[in-house]
C-alpha cells in the first residue's frame, strides 16, 4: 500500500508542476499585459492639428468622421494633472481628466460633418482651440 501511495503522490506532484511550468512558459509567450492607461493606445487616423503647450501638446487626430484628441508631454516625469476635451459644434464637451506621466486617454467623438473645438491642460497651462476642421 505505501508503494501505491507514492506512487500516487509522485504522479500528483508531476501533474502539478508541469502545468504551472506551462503556465510560466504561456505567460514569456504572451509578454507583459496592459495594466495602465498610459500603455493604452493612441488615436486612429492621421493627425490634422496640433495645440502647443508649455509642457507638452494636445495632438488632434481625424478618422474618417471620427475626430480624436490626446494629450502629450514632451518629457515622461512625475505624475501631472492632463485634460484634453472635444466638442463637436451642437453637442456637448467629452472631458477626460487624470494624473499621467506621459499620455492622457485619448477622447474620441463622431463629428460627422461638423466643426469641433479641441482643448488641453497639462499642469494648468491650458490651451483651447477655436472651431476648426469645418
Known amino acids: 500500500m505505501e508503494n501505491g501511495d507514492l506512487r500516487a503522490r ?5 501533474a502539478l508542476f ?3 511550468l506551462t503556465l510560466a512558459s504561456l505567460l514569456v509567450l504572451a509578454g507583459p499585459a496592459v495594466t495602465s492607461t498610459e500603455a493604452a493606445p493612441s488615436c486612429a487616423g492621421r493627425v490634422v492639428r496640433t495645440l502647443q503647450l508649455g509642457a507638452g501638446e494636445v495632438v488632434v ?3 474618417s468622421r471620427w475626430v480624436c484628441a490626446v494629450t502629450t508631454a514632451h518629457r515622461r516625469g512625475d505624475l501631472r494633472h492632463m ?10 464637451e ?3 481628466r487624470g494624473w499621467f506621466r506621459k499620455r492622457s486617454v485619448p477622447v474620441t467623438v463622431y463629428a460627422g460633418q461638423r466643426c469641433v473645438r479641441v482643448a488641453g491642460s497639462i499642469s494648468g497651462q491650458h490651451r483651447r482651440s477655436a472651431w476648426i476642421l469645418c
Open 83 to 92: 485634460t484634453v476635451g472635444v466638442q463637436a459644434r451642437g453637442s456637448r
Open 10 to 14: 509522485l504522479a500528483r506532484t508531476g
Open 18 to 20: 508541469t502545468t504551472a
Open 94 to 96: 467629452v472631458v477626460k
Open 61 to 63: 487626430h481625424k478618422n
